[in-house]
């Protein structure tokens, strides 16, 4: 009890809510760095065009340069049909990112939508919804992905649609306890009792509530999201030759193992990297946005 | 006179399993007069709480009746609801969870004035938060404050100021005190003390504890899974209490004064039993000392004593 | 010397951006088979008193920065941790205040009894002779012995409590922290508790510290009274200094008398204390009391009182300075 209370008492000398979830934050050193590769690789995407010439470097084939090492002019060498595998990179970070960026931004609002409908509607609602997810939730994301990509034609629509779906009975179920969780609170029912009406409740006090741990949720799910994009690639099922997908990238250069291991070397560094940062923040952020955490 | 509220055999059973009831409210009369203040006491599980809520109408009522001066509001259409939360307000227990973390302390008082259209435009709302924030005691530095920034009392007092922000006539006040440290606690009391003197005020005030309620009731009811079983006013109940319920928590209260030690506290056995489909009869009898055959079977009625004070045990029959 | 003897203990909590100063040169004393009460309110020290007699600060925030705690003449301090974990529900026991959490909901409670007494198990009795003990144990706090095979969940609050308070009797420590012991329970069942308490202390001839925000728990079941404010113990004495009438008091002291809600007294007005309890990250100069003392002078602002005896009953204000002498 006094351990609860000394933590508000240090809370009560806070100056904000924002500068002490920087302040926690910030003492997490491989969160920061977490961070600090997401805005850098996020930086790379933006100014893809600028850093690299999307179709002189990254698509223009060029044989008298193939399988050239690191050099000045192509820091990262250049890949089987002479593109500048540095440019490919940049450009294949555009992939990843909106690619997971769509899919987390699709199946949140989706699966807050659905969840918070269960829980605040409950009773039969909520039971049919809540067994039509675990209907969902039974089938492997990976098999929805390439039955639809058959069905809708191989392609970047088909497998944002078909892991967005797979993605929203996660977000469902997380938004749903959550928004029973706070419910119950008190000043749910101080709401109730000031003669609120339901869509202020849910909008107003419920949501803001429910959102810090969707933002951590959200940030674990982007580097799954980004690991399942190349997966797919790298079978074939995801974003076709010739654009410079990573896991695309990472299937091409297996030809080349052998003598230039940079070929796979590269672009799968590139996926753990990304993949590990949005692990990485999403850990920090969820210890940050949690007071309990802290000691 | 009228009473402002008043509860004709109300009861409230929430189902559990597929074919019990818990009763949590069973058949309880009550009747609080403008301006005064009913003081509700029992231990947890013995249905004050949900009596308040009930009569608030945030649980919808089994059975019986709630008036509000004279009109019934047991079954209210939504909108005509929303009109009388204007009127009936609640006060929490819980200081940390009764407003919400994520809204300004200016938002959390003012939100229902808006809501109601109580004021015009923003300069007049704020003006309105300002004054409340006054009538409560807390510093205007905190305006733009959020919860986290406030120690139990203090945010005790913003869930006071966002109750009287609708002008209400009728307050619950569900256990306002028992998470409050005692020097907190005291403040808190007058505070609402002097709100009810100044703003003619009628409370009903829910609690555990008999010693806090002395101060602030006129009347006391003393609940025991879900039933009223003794009510009285005020001096009446702690000069001759009549239910052995009641004589055993008023003996269990630690007294801080040196005759502590020689009042040695009639122990009565076990723990409260289970509300949920309880056998006619007294629901105390199990754990009463005085408990006889005829005290259960068949239920039991309050008894008047004197004047004002009721009493449901067969002790004080006849 | 006395039996427990806490001298100027300071502790801090630091969590790198501030510090909170839990303990300010805190002393108590406490005789062999006396029952103290430690008064004070949320915040004040009195748990962390407790946890840094027993070394159960928590390693990460928690420091002490000074001072000594001696028992039954042993320098807890300077102990090693095995020998300290001898004395952690072997010679000293906790209980604390929430019978809900400080029992294991995967084991039964006889099982939960019987790991304390295996693992203080210094005479080497024989499993038979330690389960015989527990089913003692659970007819000492009044519960059948039979329901040592349920488990917590099946147990109501009450009951709950009395089993901890068997595992933490079951070694027979000579000393008993009991941190708020009854606060989450209803007044009926915290009178059967407080009585059993009371009953055991006697039988078992422990020494008992009875922290509690609640002065008439105090005056049911203590012989010795401190009460912490900020802290620092601003008051202690024995149960005459604190509860016959017309004694001197520390000026808090008066306040918490003021602030109770009390059934015998005839007053509808209560007097509070004004103010609120200052912050531990940031405690005042002088008198740690003095924004919220009704009697406060300009010496009281600058200049921070020490303790002053008379006939054993201490009080760390400014106005007994002379009397004290």
């Known amino acids: ?295 | 006179m009228q009473p402002v509220i008043e509860t004709k055999d109300l009861k409230k059973y929430f189902k559990v399993g597929s074919s019990s009831f818990l009763h949590a409210v069973d058949t309880v009369n009550l009747s609080i007069p403008a301006g005064a203040t009913l003081g509700v006491v029992g231990e947890s599980g013995c249905g004050k709480s949900t009596l308040g809520r009930t009569i608030l109408g945030l649980h919808p009522a089994t059975d019986g009746q709630v008036l509000y001066k004279g009109r019934d509001i047991t079954h209210l259409k939504p909108a005509e609801r929303k009109k009388l939360a204007r009127e009936m307000q609640i006060i929490f227990q819980d200081p940390y969870s009764s407003i919400n973390p994520r809204h300004s302390i200016s938002h959390i008082i003012g939100e229902p004035i808006k809501v109601h259209k109580l004021v015009k435009g923003k300069a007049e709302l704020e003006e309105r938060v300002r004054e409340l924030m006054n009538t409560v005691g807390l510093a205007p530095r905190l305006y733009d404050a959020y919860p986290h920034e406030l120690d139990g009392g203090r945010r005790q007092r913003v869930g006071i100021a966002r109750a009287l922000g609708m002008a209400p006539e009728f307050i619950v006040c569900d256990e306002p005190v028992s998470a409050l440290d005692v020097s907190i606690q005291a403040q808190i009391l007058n505070l609402l003390m002097d709100l009810q003197e100044k703003m003619g005020l009628t409370y009903m005030f829910i609690t555990h504890d008999l010693s806090v309620v002395k101060h602030i009731s006129n009347e006391i009811a003393v609940m025991y899974l879900g039933q009223c079983v003794e009510r009285a006013p005020s001096d009446e109940l702690f000069k001759n209490p009549a239910h052995p319920y009641t004589r055993a928590l008023l003996s269990a209260i630690p007294v801080p004064n040196a005759s502590a030690r020689e009042r040695k506290p009639q122990l009565i056995r076990g723990e409260i039993t289970s509300p949920i489909d309880p056998k006619p009869g007294c629901r105390f009898a199990v754990r009463c000392p005085h408990a006889t055959e005829s005290c259960t079977g068949e239920e039991l009625h309050l008894t008047e004593l004197s004047p004002g004070h009721f009493v449901m045990c067969r002790l004080h029959e006849n | 010397m006395s039996f427990l003897d806490i001298r100027d203990l300071t502790v801090v909590y630091t969590n790198g951006r501030e510090t909170v100063h839990a303990l300010n040169d805190f002393s108590l004393r406490l005789e062999r088979g006396k029952t103290l009460g430690l008064v004070g309110e949320t915040g004040a020290g009195k748990t962390t008193a407790a946890l840094s007699i027993m070394r159960l600060l928590p390693e990460r925030t928690g420091r002490v920065l000074g001072g000594s705690v001696t028992f039954d003449g042993a320098d807890l301090r300077s102990l090693k941790e095995e020998e300290m974990r001898v004395v952690r529900g072997g010679k000293i026991s906790m209980i604390f205040q929430d019978p809900m959490t400080s029992l294991n909901p995967v084991l039964t409670v006889g099982e939960q009894i019987f790991e304390t007494l295996e693992l203080h198990n210094i005479e080497n009795r024989s499993h038979q002779q330690l389960w015989e003990r527990v089913d003692e144990m659970l007819a000492l706090v009044g519960i059948p012995p039979e329901r040592k095979k349920d488990y917590p969940h099946q147990f109501s609050g009450g009951m709950k409590q009395r089993v901890v308070i068997a595992i933490a009797l079951a070694c027979s420590p000579q000393l008993l922290i009991a941190d708020e012991p009854t606060t989450a329970l209803d007044v009926t069942i915290q009178a059967q508790v407080l009585a059993m308490m009371d009953e055991l202390k006697q039988k078992l001839d422990m020494s008992m510290i009875m922290i509690t925000h609640d002065l008439g728990i105090v005056a049911q079941t203590c012989d010795d009274v401190a009460v912490v404010y900020a802290g620092e113990i601003i008051e202690s004495g024995s149960f005459e200094d604190f509860f016959m009438q017309d004694k001197r008091r520390h000026p808090y002291t008066r306040g918490l008398f003021g602030s109770i809600p009390n059934i015998d007294s005839r007053e509808r007005r209560l007097t509070p204390i004004e103010g609120l309890m200052p912050d531990p990250t940031n405690l005042p100069e002088g008198c740690r009391f003095h924004p919220r003392c009704p009697d406060c002078t300009e010496r009281c602002r600058t200049e921070r009182p020490t303790a002053h005896e008379r006939g054993g009953h201490v009080i760390r204000c400014h106005l007994f300075e002379k009397e004290g002498e």
């Open chain 1, 1 to 295: 009890m006094f351990k609860r209370k000394k933590k508000k008492d240090l809370a009560s000398a806070r100056p904000s809510g924002f500068a002490d979830i920087w302040f926690r934050f910030r003492k997490n050193k491989l969160a920061l760095a977490g961070l600090i590769t997401v805005i850098i690789i996020a930086l790379f995407a933006i100014f893809a065009d600028v850093l690299a010439d999307y179709d002189a470097m990254a698509i223009d084939q060029h044989p008298e340069i193939r399988l050239q090492g690191p050099s000045g002019e192509h820091i990262l060498g250049t890949d089987g049909y002479g593109r500048d595998m540095f440019a490919r990179i940049v450009h294949g970070s555009r992939y990843s990112l909106t690619f997971a960026l769509a899919c987390t931004a699709i199946s949140l609002i989706g699966g807050t939508l659905v969840g918070a409908t269960a829980a605040y509607v409950g009773g039969a609602v909520d039971s049919v919804i809540m067994r039509v997810l675990d209907a969902f939730h039974c089938m492997p994301a990976m098999l929805l992905t390439i039955s639809l990509s058959s069905a809708l034609g191989v392609g970047l629509k088909s497998i944002i649609i078909a892991l967005s779906i797979s993605g929203i009975p996660g977000y469902a179920r997380i938004v749903r306890s959550v928004m029973l969780t706070i419910s119950q609170q008190e000043y749910i029912e101080a709401a109730k009792a000031c003669g609120f009406g339901s869509l202020r409740i849910i909008v107003g006090h419920m949501v803001p509530n429910a959102i810090s741990i969707l933002i951590v949720n959200a940030m674990m799910s982007m580097a799954g999201l980004i690991m399942s994009a190349a997966s797919l690639s790298y079978i074939g099922m995801g974003i076709q030759a010739p654009a410079p997908e990573w896991g695309a990238m990472l299937q091409e250069g297996q030809t080349y193992m052998r003598e230039h291991f940079s070929m796979v070397l590269i672009p799968g560094l590139a996926i753990v990297i990304t993949a590990l940062s949005f692990n990485l923040l999403g850990d920090g952020l969820s210890e940050a946005l949690d007071p309990r955490m802290k000691d």
